[in-house]
């Protein structure tokens, strides 16, 4: 691949020998339309400031997402200029190998076709500095990946947690559907009561198939990533205030394969334009 070294090469070629800038392009294996080529940009210098801004708030984002975000805050870059600076910088994140599984046919998740439709939930466990446990309870509505709340405390009870999602309920409404594994917070009877006293539906998964709980297990994956394993916790107030500022860039910055590259309130606010317009 032509770089700036290949350049110079051929204006040494050109400077201590009688050849033209042709034979000089030839002889380093450089076209003239890269000889004569001048680069827009003075330096890289913003480009850099830029990544460097971006990567140092969200250490576990990788190239595709940085560059997106770059676009979101308006600059018309080329991806391939960005791209040369990241690695010139050595952002890139390692690649893990695919583990390999035996092949399967597990059923498709079922998508929302608006907010509210279903959402799923799931415990966490991790620890502070000082060796105290603590459990997070996560809620996401599936329609647009929007991560609703996260509850943290050393238990959570059944009652907790019907608790908890009626003060999510206040500010976004009762879903119609709610996709949990089978633990016991959700398979006893004050669970199940409080469904049937609101009409709600539970999507039990089957056992050992977590896959029928994809979203939320993404999820999980993206918050122990970015938040459970990044941080040391001195105590549960640090872990609530650190979760509460993850939420908040989650839901409003980072953009979604799944959503073509919209957050998660991009995404539901275009949803309801359409809807509204129809």
Known sequence: MPTKEHKAWALEIQES???TITMSCAIVGLSRCAYYYQPKLLDDSVIVSVLNAITDRHLHWGFPKCFNRIRKLGYKWNHKCVYRVYCELMLNLRVKGKQRIPPRTPEKLSVPNKSGECW???FMRDSS??????????VIDDFNCEALGIDIAVS???GRVTRYL????EYDGYPLTIRVVNGPEFTGKTFIDWAKSYGKTIDYINPGSPYQNGFIERFNCTY???VLDLYL????EQVRRITEEWLTIYN?????????????VEYKTLRQAVLFST
């Open 17 to 19: 020998h009688p050849v």
């Open 120 to 122: 799923s939930m799931d």
């Open 129 to 138: 500095c000082n060796q105290r446990r603590f459990r997070a309870f996560n």
């Open 156 to 158: 959570l009870p059944a």
């Open 166 to 169: 009626g003060n999510l309920a």
């Open 224 to 226: 122990l990533t970015e």
């Open 233 to 236: 916790f001195n105590n549960l």
């Open 252 to 264: 409003t910055e980072r953009p979604h394969e799944a959503l073509n590259n919209m957050t998660s």
